[in-house]
């Protein structure tokens, strides 16, 4: 299960991530809002999780599973992520990846 954490809703000097997570960054800093929405729409998709079932049997994903996955291009997960705030039911999720081409990806 992918999320966003975004500081603008939950404003702190500091956080604490919880060992275990893998947090997507980008040189140390978290990414930008459309970024970080397009991503979590992807990795929470149904096609990506039908992908990650065929190399993993085990239900915690580490950093080089996520390495190992295809991802759409930037361009294409900024544009997804610009028209969410927050993850839609996985019937409405997988309607808009496979709307806008993400589900090529890991086909």
Request: glycine fraction near 0%; proline fraction near 4%.
């Given at each position: 299960?992918?999320?966003v954490w975004d500081p603008t809703r939950?404003?702190?000097?500091?956080?604490?991530?919880?060992?275990?997570?893998n947090v997507f960054h980008a040189g140390g800093v978290g990414l930008d809002?459309?970024?970080a929405w397009g991503l979590c729409l992807w990795l929470n998709s149904s096609v990506?999780?039908?992908?990650?079932?065929?190399?993993?049997g085990h239900t915690q994903v580490n950093a080089t599973d996520l390495r190992s996955l295809r991802y759409p291009d930037e361009a294409t997960l900024r544009h997804q992520g610009s028209i969410i705030d927050s993850l839609p039911g996985q019937d409405e999720l997988d309607r808009q990846v496979e709307d806008h081409s993400l589900g090529q990806v890991a086909a």
């Open positions: 299960m992918a999320a939950y404003p702190a000097k500091e956080v604490a991530i919880e060992n275990h997570l809002r459309e970024l990506v999780d039908r992908f990650f079932w065929t190399f993993s």
